[in-house]
């Protein structure tokens, strides 16, 4: 075979080769913690498809419901098979850089969120959780039909020790048989230190 056709031929066989391998990549939703990296973080929002970094953390389920315009995680609990831990439910894992710029700061918590299509939730709770034994406690709110914003203020205390993971749970409240609940936005808000 001539030069003149052997190497465009070699060109497009190795082009052809980097796509398929790289193919599974392509369309990949976003997993693991949520992190600015050396962003901004005064403001720090989990959305679009970033919301499916949420983790089910126990026997419960997720589906990520996206509509092109919006995207929404939605959480499928049955009665009686949570924790009371926030990390064995439903949660956004936060990683280091989280831990580290939320340390010692007053944080406004906001999850935008509404009843799931299905046995759709009348309350939900929502737990920050430093992963050493330090929480917020459950905030419960009472749901509107429609979308809408639910804030509560956390005094996150100051990390001692090694650099871990900070926790958001979140879950529907069930009363009994099952209940879901569709989040589609959370907010963190740093405010001001309260403790150095």
Known sequence: MRDLYFYPIAAMLAGALVFVAMSPAFGALPSGPVSVGNGEYST???????????????????????????????????????????????????????????????????????????RGATQFRVNYSTGRGEESGWQVFDLKPDYDDYTFTYNVPVRTGEQGLDYLAIRPIVPDKSRTLLVEKVTFTRRKRWSE
Do not use: C, W
Not at 59 to 85: K, N, R
């Open 44 to 118: 720090v929002t989990v959305s679009g498809l970033q919301i499916n970094r949420m983790q089910p953390g126990g026997d419960a389920s997720l589906a990520l419901i996206d509509t092109g315009a919006t995207s929404a995680i939605e959480i499928g609990v049955d009665v009686d098979t949570l924790s009371e831990d926030p990390v064995f439910g439903p949660h956004f894992p936060l990683a280091a850089d989280l831990e580290v710029q939320f340390s010692g700061y007053e944080l406004d918590i906001t999850v935008r969120a509404k009843p799931g299509p299905t």
